[in-house]
C-alpha cells in the first residue's frame, strides 16, 4: 500500500483514512462489527478531514476555543486510530510464506477477536469519532470563523527614520551602486531573506537615497493574498499624481495593465514593490511594467529565493539577499532601544545582553522585539536572565514577541499543507544544531511526513521540500555542494527555531525536554515524538515509568549524560508504533543494552551514534523484527559484531558501522542494501566478502584496507568482489593498503566505471588508473613524498572533476627529523593551463614545505582554493612564496588559510598571512582571505604504522 502523508495541520488524518481503505480492500478476515465500523470510520473522518483543514489554514486568534479544543482532540483521535490499524496489521505481518498467510490470519484474527481485540477496539473509537462529530454539529464548529482586520506589520519600516537605523550604511551603498552604472537600461533588484531581516527597511533607504531624476515614483506592499487590481491602482494613482482615480475603480485588469504600460512606456521610473510572496503575483505586476531602456528601476523584496530568480530574469537584474547584523550592529540597536549606548548599559547587564543577542543572531526584528520586551521590565540581572529563558513563551497579546511571532505566522500559513509538517518536525533539533540534510530526509520518510510508495522518489521529493524551505527563508544552508545542486547541512535560525517549537508543541506534534524541561504536561497528554535536547535532570526511572510510551513514534535523543533513561531504553521497544529510535551522543556508564526488540516491526530508522559505554555495547539478537527497517546507523560506537539475524533485513537500505566491526556471513541476502560503510576487510571472513559482489543495488561502499592478512584467500576475495563492485559504485572510499588499493581497476574493462565520487589515501603516487574514471566529479587523495609532474597531469585529465582534496605527507627523509612536517624540500607543483577545466574546489594540503605554481589559464573556473600548510613554506621561494602567480585564477573568489604555526616564529606566521592578503588584495575579483592559525594539531606520520583517515572538508 503507498504511503499517505501525515500532517501537523490534522494529525495523520489524510495517512488514517489511507489506511483504513486499504484494510477494506486487503481480504482481512475482519468481524462483521469490525468491517462495519471501519467503513464508518473512513466516511466520518473524511468529513472531518475537510473542517480540519479549513482551521489549519487560520490563526489560532481567528478559531473559537471551543474549534480550537474540538480540533484537537479529533487530531489525537487520528493518531490513535492508525495505532489501532498499525497494531493489527503487524499481527498479521508475521511468520510463513503465502501458502499459509490466510490460516494464520484467521487464527490471528479470532484470536484477536476472542481477547477483546480489533472489532471491540473499533466500537470504541467509533464512539469516540461519533461524539466529536456530534460536538462539531451542536457547536457549529464547521462554520467559518470571522475574518479580522489584518494590520500591515511592516508598515513601521516603510516609514522608519533613517537617524533610527542601524547597519543600514553599507548595504544601501553596494545596491545603489548595483543600480546606478551609467547604462540607461532597465534595472531591477530583488532583495529577500528571512521574515525581521530588514529587507523593506533596506530597500526605503534605497528608494529614498537614489538621487537620479526620475519623472515618477511609486511604492506599494503587496502581502501574502493580494488583490493585484488595487495595488495596480495605487502605483497608478502615485505615478500619475491621481489623474486616474476616478476612472481606476471601473477598469478591469486588462485595462489597468494596459494604462500602465501606456503611461509608462516613455518615462523614467522608479517602482519599489514589497514584500512579495508568489511568482504568479510578480508575474501580474511586472507585465504593467514596460522595459523601456530609459534608465528606469525596480526594487522588489521577498522572502522566497525562488520568487527573487523570477524578478530577476532579465538583462540588468540583481539579486541581493539581506545579511544579518554583524556583532557591533547589533550592540549597538540593542543597546540604543534600551538605553542611549552601550555605555549607558549597567555593567552587570552587559554579560546577559550578549546571551540575549546571541540568541537574535543578527535578526533585527528579533533585536528590536526583545529590546521592547525588556523596555517595560525593572532592569536587574535576574529579570533578564528570566526573560532569556522564557522568550519562547512571552507571546501575551500585542506583546513585542507576540508581533514579531505573527510576522513568522504569514511565513507559516503560506506553506502547503506537506511544507508545514516538514518544518516542524524541524523541533526535535536542539537550537544552534547543524542538521545533515540527508538524515533529515530520511527522519522525514520514516515518520510517513513525505508521500509516496517509492522509496528513491520519495527521497528526491523530500529534497524538494527542503529547498523549498530554504528558498522561503525558514531553513539556512550551511554547507552546500561545492557545484551549488545540492545543500549538504543547515540550520535554523534561533528565533525561526523559537517560533517552530511553540506551534509544534501547541499541536502536540513534538514533545520536547531541553533546560527547560518538558514542553508541556507529559503526563496528561500522549506523547506522539519525544525529543530530549539536555540532561534529564530528577529520577529518571519516575518520568518513564509516567509517559505513556506506547503512542511514541520517534525518539530522538541529543544529550550526553542520560544514562538512566539508557537503561530503560527496553521500554521503548516494546512499543508497536515506533518508527524511528535516533540516539546522537550518550556518555554511559556500564552497559549499553537494548534488549529484545520484541514487536516493533514499524521501525524504519535506527540509529544509535557516538555511544561508548564503559562496558559493552551490543544490539538485540531478534533485529530480525525489523522487516521495515531502512536505516541503521551504528557508527562510532563501541560495537563489536552485529546478530546474525540482520542479514533477513530485506528492506535494510543504509548500513553504517564502525570499521572494527565483524559483520555475519550472507550479506548478499540483503538485496536492497545501496549504502554500506564502514567496513574494517581484516575482521571480515573470506565469505562475507565474497558476498559482497551480491550486492546488485549496491552504490556507495567505504571500506578499510589496512593489514594484509593470513588467512588463505582472503585478499584474492578482496580483489575479485572490488573489482565486480566497481563496476556499479558511484561512491567510494578506501583507507589503507596503498599497495594493493588500485590493484583491481587494472581488471576493469568496457565503458568507464560509473564512480563519482572517490576518496583514497596511503598511496606513494597517482595511479595511472585514475586516469580511467571519466565520471569522477569529486576526488580526495593522499600521498606520500610529493606529488610528480606526470601526477598531476593524470588528475589534470579528468574532465567533470569539481572538487579535488590532496593530502601530501612527508616521506621516508622527514621520519629522521624532529619536525618531520618540515621534513623534506619539495619542487614546485605546477598547475598548468591545459587541465582542471571544470574544477571549482581545490583544497592542498600539505605537511612539508612546499609551492603551487599557477600558469595563466589555469583551472579557469576555480572559485574556492583551501591551503593548509606549515608556516615556513614560503621561504624556500624568495618573493614567490607559498603560492605562484595567483592572480591567473580567474575565477577565483575565496581563499580558506590554515597555518601551522608550530617550529616557526610570529614574524614568518605573520609574514606568510600578509603575502596571501596582498596577492588576494590585487586580484581582480578581490576573493575573501580567511585565515586560521594552529598549534600542534598536525599529524606526525610514519609510514609503517599510520593510515591516513581523510576527514569531511569543513
Given at each position: 500500500m503507498a504511503e499517505v502523508m501525515a500532517s501537523a495541520a490534522t494529525g495523520v488524518m489524510g495517512s488514517v483514512i489511507g489506511k483504513l481503505t486499504a484494510m477494506l480492500g486487503e481480504k482481512y478476515q475482519l468481524a462483521r462489527g469490525a468491517e462495519e465500523g471501519i467503513c464508518f470510520l473512513k466516511e466520518e473522518l473524511s468529513t472531518m478531514d475537510a473542517v480540519l483543514q479549513n482551521l489549519a489554514e487560520k490563526d489560532d486568534d481567528q478559531i473559537d476555543p471551543l474549534a480550537k479544543d474540538w480540533r484537537s482532540k479529533v487530531r489525537e483521535l487520528s493518531y490513535d486510530i492508525e495505532d489501532c490499524i498499525d497494531r493489527f496489521r503487524l499481527n498479521h505481518s508475521h511468520g510463513g510464506s503465502k501458502a499459509n498467510f490466510v490460516r494464520k490470519a484467521v487464527r490471528k484474527v479470532k484470536i484477536l477477536l476472542q481477547d477483546r481485540g480489533l472489532a471491540e477496539e473499533i466500537q470504541k473509537l467509533k464512539s469516540l469519532v461519533i461524539e466529536q462529530s456530534e460536538r462539531a454539529k451542536r457547536y457549529d464548529i464547521h462554520a467559518a470563523s470571522p475574518q479580522p482586520v489584518l494590520l500591515d506589520l511592516r508598515a513601521p519600516a516603510l516609514f522608519a527614520e533613517a537617524r533610527d537605523l542601524v547597519g543600514i550604511d553599507g548595504p544601501r551603498k553596494e545596491i545603489i551602486e548595483l543600480l546606478t552604472c551609467e547604462e540607461m537600461q532597465h534595472k531591477v533588484v530583488s532583495i529577500y531573506g528571512t521574515a525581521g531581516q530588514g529587507k523593506t527597511t533596506l530597500a526605503m533607504e534605497v528608494y529614498r537615497k537614489i538621487t537620479e531624476a526620475f519623472d515618477c515614483r511609486a511604492f506599494v506592499s503587496v502581502s501574502q493574498t493580494p488583490d493585484i487590481k488595487k495595488l495596480l491602482r495605487d502605483i497608478l494613482s502615485q505615478i500619475s499624481n491621481n489623474q486616474f482615480d476616478d476612472q481606476t475603480e471601473r477598469w478591469e485588469m486588462?485595462?489597468?495593465?494596459?494604462?500602465?504600460?501606456?503611461?509608462?512606456?516613455?518615462?523614467r521610473y522608479l517602482i519599489l514593490i514589497d514584500d512579495i510572496w508568489s511568482v504568479a503575483a510578480w508575474e501580474l505586476i511586472e507585465s504593467a511594467l514596460p522595459r523601456n531602456d530609459n534608465g528606469s528601476i525596480v526594487i522588489t523584496t521577498t522572502r522566497s529565493k525562488t520568487v527573487a530568480k523570477s524578478c530577476c530574469a532579465g538583462i540588468g537584474a540583481h539579486m541581493y539577499e539581506a545579511q544579518p547584523l554583524g556583532d557591533d550592529d547589533s550592540q549597538r540597536l540593542f543597546f540604543k532601544r534600551l538605553f542611549c549606548s552601550r555605555e549607558d548599559c549597567p555593567q552587570d547587564l552587559r554579560e546577559v545582553s550578549s546571551d540575549i543577542l546571541k540568541k537574535c543572531g543578527g535578526l533585527p526584528l528579533a533585536i528590536i522585539s526583545i529590546a521592547g520586551l525588556l523596555a517595560n521590565k525593572r532592569q536587574t540581572v535576574e529579570v533578564w536572565v528570566n526573560t532569556l529563558k522564557s522568550i519562547s513563551a512571552a507571546v501575551d497579546k500585542d506583546s513585542h514577541i507576540d508581533k514579531m511571532k505573527r510576522i513568522l505566522l504569514l511565513s507559516y500559513f503560506d506553506l502547503p499543507r506537506h511544507l508545514k509538517s516538514c518544518l516542524l518536525y524541524l523541533s526535535v533539533f536542539p537550537e544552534d544544531y547543524l542538521i545533515d540534510c540527508r538524515e533529515l530526509i530520511l527522519l522525514w520518510v520514516a515518520e510517513a511526513l513525505i508521500p509516496g510508495e517509492d522509496r528513491e522518489s520519495?527521497?528526491?521529493?523530500?529534497?524538494?521540500?527542503?529547498?523549498?524551505?530554504?528558498?522561503?527563508?525558514?531553513?539556512?544552508?550551511?554547507?552546500?555542494?561545492?557545484?551549488g545542486s545540492i545543500v549538504k547541512t543547515c540550520r535554523v535560525h534561533d528565533v525561526i527555531l523559537e517560533?517552530?517549537?511553540?506551534?509544534?508543541?501547541?499541536d502536540n506534534f513534538v514533545t520536547i525536554w531541553n533546560r527547560n524541561g518538558f514542553s508541556q504536561n507529559y503526563t496528561c497528554n500522549k506523547i506522539r515524538r519525544l525529543s530530549i535536547q539536555e540532561d534529564i535532570s530528577g529520577p529518571v526511572e519516575e518520568m518513564v515509568k509516567t509517559i505513556k510510551h506506547a503512542h511514541i513514534r520517534s525518539i530522538n535523543i541529543f544529550s550526553y549524560n542520560n544514562s538512566g533513561l539508557v537503561k530503560h531504553a527496553s521500554k521503548f521497544l516494546s512499543n508497536q508504533v515506533l518508527r524511528v529510535l535516533n540516539i546522537r551522543g550518550l556518555r554511559v556508564d556500564g552497559e549499553f543494552y537494548l534488549g529484545q526488540v520484541k514487536r516493533i516491526s514499524q521501525m524504519k530508522y535506527f540509529g544509535i551514534i557516538n555511544i561508548k559505554p564503559s562496558r559493552g555495547c551490543e544490539l538485540p539478537e531478534d533485529l530480525d523484527k525489523l522487516q521495515h527497517l531502512e536505516t541503521l546507523d551504528i557508527s562510532n560506537t563501541n560495537i563489536r559484531t552485529l546478530p546474525a539475524s540482520i542479514i533477513q533485513l530485506q528492506r535494510l537500505v543504509r548500513l553504517n558501522v564502525g570499521s572494527w566491526v565483524q559483520l555475519p556471513d550472507g550479506i548478499g541476502n540483503l538485496q536492497?542494501?545501496?549504502?554500506?560503510?564502514t567496513i574494517g576487510l581484516r575482521f571480515q571472513s573470506v565469505k562475507f566478502i565474497q558476498g559482497l559482489s551480491d550486492l546488485t543495488n549496491l552504490k556507495v561502499l567505504a571500506i578499510v584496507w589496512m593489514y594484509a592478512t593470513e588467512v588463505e584467500g582472503h585478499e584474492k576475495a578482496c580483489i575479485s568482489s572490488l573489482t565486480k563492485l566497481f563496476t556499479r559504485l558511484r561512491q567510494f572510499s578506501v583507507e589503507g593498503r596503498h599497495d594493493a588499493t588500485f590493484s583491481f581497476i587494472s581488471l576493469c574493462v568496457g565503458t568507464p566505471p560509473p564512480l563519482q565520487r572517490l576518496v583514497v589515501g596511503n598511496l606513494s603516487a597517482v595511479p595511472h588508473q585514475i586516469s580511467s574514471l571519466l565520471n569522477l566529479t569529486h576526488l580526495r587523495i593522499g600521498l606520500w613524498d610529493e606529488v610528480s609532474q606526470e601526477g598531476i597531469n593524470i588528475l589534470a585529465s579528468l574532465p567533470i572533476l569539481v572538487s579535488l582534496t590532496v593530502f601530501l605527507f612527508?616521506?621516508?627523509?622527514?621520519?629522521?627529523?624532529?619536525?618531520?612536517i618540515l621534513g623534506i624540500?619539495?619542487?614546485r607543483h605546477a598547475i598548468k593551463s591545459q587541465g582542471f577545466q571544470s574544477l571549482v574546489k581545490f583544497s592542498f594540503r600539505c605537511w612539508c614545505e612546499t609551492a603551487l605554481e599557477f600558469e595563466p589559464g589555469a583551472m579557469p573556473k576555480l572559485q574556492r582554493l583551501k591551503l593548509a600548510v606549515p608556516a615556513r613554506c614560503q621561504f624556500k621561494y624568495g618573493d614567490g612564496g607559498l603560492v605562484?602567480?595567483?592572480?591567473?585564477?580567474?575565477?577565483?573568489?575565496y581563499v580558506g588559510l590554515r597555518i601551522n604555526c608550530d617550529a616557526a616564529t610570529s614574524d614568518e606566521v605573520n609574514s606568510l598571512e600578509d603575502g596571501i592578503r596582498g596577492v588576494a588584495g590585487v586580484h581582480h575579483n578581490r576573493p575573501i582571505v580567511q585565515v586560521e592559525k594552529m598549534h600542534q594539531q598536525w599529524m606526525v606520520c610514519k609510514r609503517n604504522i599510520t593510515t591516513m583517515i581523510i576527514p569531511e572538508e569543513p
Open positions: 486588462e485595462q489597468l495593465i494596459r494604462n500602465m504600460r501606456d503611461y509608462l512606456i516613455d518615462k520519495m527521497e528526491q521529493l523530500g529534497r524538494s521540500y527542503l529547498n523549498d524551505l530554504i528558498n522561503r527563508s525558514l531553513v539556512q544552508p550551511a554547507k552546500v555542494e561545492v557545484d517560533f517552530i517549537v511553540s506551534k509544534a508543541v501547541e536492497a542494501l545501496e549504502e554500506l560503510s612527508p616521506g621516508d627523509e622527514g621520519e629522521s627529523s624532529s619536525l618531520p624540500f619539495h619542487p605562484l602567480w595567483l592572480q591567473n585564477l580567474a575565477g577565483l573568489k
